[in-house]
């Protein structure tokens, strides 16, 4: 749905072609790309279901994480009422002012696999890459419960790699681990992981049943969510 194949396979060109012309100590003329795919046909597919909407325009406030891959600051996307609230910490950044769909765009970019996105200064990669699920950002924005959707479960300890993009996908897992926990246990009410083996990154096929296994987690967390809402019990 999302991958440009022509795409993928032109930035793999360019970047043996630029190894050869390091190799051999010659400028290159090509741009050296910043990954696997440009993302054009992602940002389209953003572009035409968001339209023009922006962070002020929404009924229930939103904040969307991402980081600059040059320096590592996470950079985060929400409307100028929630961003005069907020007090950014030493290596964070607010912003607000733009679409919707740029901030989201931004936020797919899977590093080495989607080109980082440009915005102002910043070039943008996916939040997940310092904080997978944002408790933390919704704490501060003064969230009374906080459910954390985990999608990290997939009932296995060690996983059998196909390819390159396998490879990539768990070396950032391994390094999302330890902070996702560090995040969760201080900000997280309640916690929500669906079982989701033997799902991988392009299984899009697969979406109607990971559909199905958030439903079934979320049911069975029900009782810790009413809890925290405050609700006593479920209408029938």
């Not at 440009?38 to 994480?65: D, Y």
Request: aromatic share 8%.
């Amino acid at each position: 749905m999302f991958i440009d194949e022509f795409a993928a396979v032109e930035n793999f060109f360019v970047m043996t072609a630029r190894l050869f012309f390091d190799f051999v100590h010659i400028p290159s003329p090509f741009r050296s790309p910043l990954g696997l795919m440009r993302g054009t046909k992602l940002e389209r597919f953003i572009k035409e279901k968001l339209k023009n909407i922006k962070f002020e325009n929404g009924h229930t406030e939103l904040a969307i994480t991402t980081v600059d891959i040059n320096c590592g600051t996470k950079v985060i996307f929400l409307s100028r009422h929630t961003r005069q609230r907020l007090r950014a910490m030493r290596d964070q950044v607010f912003i607000s002012g733009i679409p919707v769909w740029e901030a989201v765009r931004a936020s797919t970019a899977v590093p080495g696999i989607f080109e980082p996105k440009r915005v102002k200064d910043y070039l943008l990669v996916d939040g997940g890459l310092r904080e997978n699920v944002p408790a933390q950002v919704l704490k501060a924005m003064g969230a009374d419960a906080v459910i954390a959707i985990d999608l990290g479960n997939n009932g296995e300890e060690c996983r059998k790699l196909r390819n390159i993009i396998d490879v990539m996908g768990q070396t950032i897992d391994i390094i999302r681990t330890d902070a996702l926990e560090y995040v969760l246990d201080g900000n997280a009410d309640v916690r929500v992981q669906p079982l989701l083996k033997g799902v991988g990154a392009w299984d899009f096929e697969k979406i109607p049943s990971i559909i199905a296994q958030g439903e079934y987690a979320t049911r069975q967390a029900l009782p810790d969510i009413l809890r925290v809402c405050g609700i006593n019990s479920v209408r029938k």
